[in-house]
């Protein structure tokens, strides 16, 4: 066999999901974030939650594993985000110290500072929610060049608020799953007051006088209230909140319903929860804002049914968001 020979059966054997090295979504595989306009990243992260199960750090391989078998085109926008923007698998961040939270994150906060200097917008898939704090470190506030030094906007949906500003620690871990939410606008890199934390729900710990009221300024829009106003009055609530900030989008699989993300770390049963359509029709009404970035995370692999379809719900996300991004950057080219 000749060398063209061998790279035209390369070729024909490339949209086979079951052949090659899987890569998210079988893209380019590029440590470098210079190379590329969005960086693909994988953070194996557990100990950041250290209340439920700790195998959070196997959701990015079950991801890279499931998205090989997805069609790259995007209907609604009418794009290939690949072919519109420069899209490559960066890898996963190394986290040598694993089982020690507040040393992890700052390995994360180092590695995604690397894609900040390229001007690299990120897609990642966790690992527990403690990954979104050293994320927003990284690419927001002073110095963030993917802000231009800015805060940005956050669209965070969960069940939970994360929001945690009365305890130090959740079981040792200061920078926690628990706490992220908070320490970013303390440290300047997250305006609550252009933010929305979206689908919160189940049974407190104790009951709250207002389930809308926020400390730290972020609009809430609870599950029930978001079941209220439906998909277009939400989402026009978030682009009026956000505006021209950059946003970053971070979705905990959790503030779906159960029937479609059972494989999560921090399960709500009983208390209904988002479709997965449904996000994807919020995602579909954010066209056009200038996203920096977003993560999925709390997906729980070893939890999910035989049919892999926690896995396959965090897959359709991640391309959601890769394909809102790759828009903006291609608009942005065009300007």
Known sequence: MDEAEFQRKKAEMEPWYWWGIQTFFKCPWDENPA?????????????GNGSTERDQHLAPRAVRNNSGWYRRGHQKFGIVPWEVARIHDLGDVPLPHAMVNDICVQDIEGFFKRLDRAGTR??????????TGP?????????ARLTGGRKCALLHFDAHRDDYEHIPHWLGSVRSAAHWAAYTVAEQHVDPTRSVQLGMRGNPIKPRADITASKLGYKLIPAEEFFELGIEDTVRIIRDRVGDMPLYITFDLDVLDPAEAPAVANMEPMQRGLRAWQAEKIFHGLRGLDIIGGDI???????DNPSNITAMTA???????????????????KG
């Open 35 to 47: 190379n590329c306009d969005i960086g693909l990243v994988g953070v194996p992260h557990s100990s």
């Open 297 to 303: 995370v709390c997906m729980i692999p070893t939890k």
């Open 122 to 131: 990120p897609v990642s898939i966790g690992g527990d929610h403690a990954i």
């Open 135 to 143: 994320i927003l470190k990284a690419i927001a506030g002073k110095d």
């Open 315 to 333: 897959m359709a996300l991640m391309f959601e968001m890769i394909a809102l991004i790759a828009d903006g950057v291609n608009e942005r080219k």
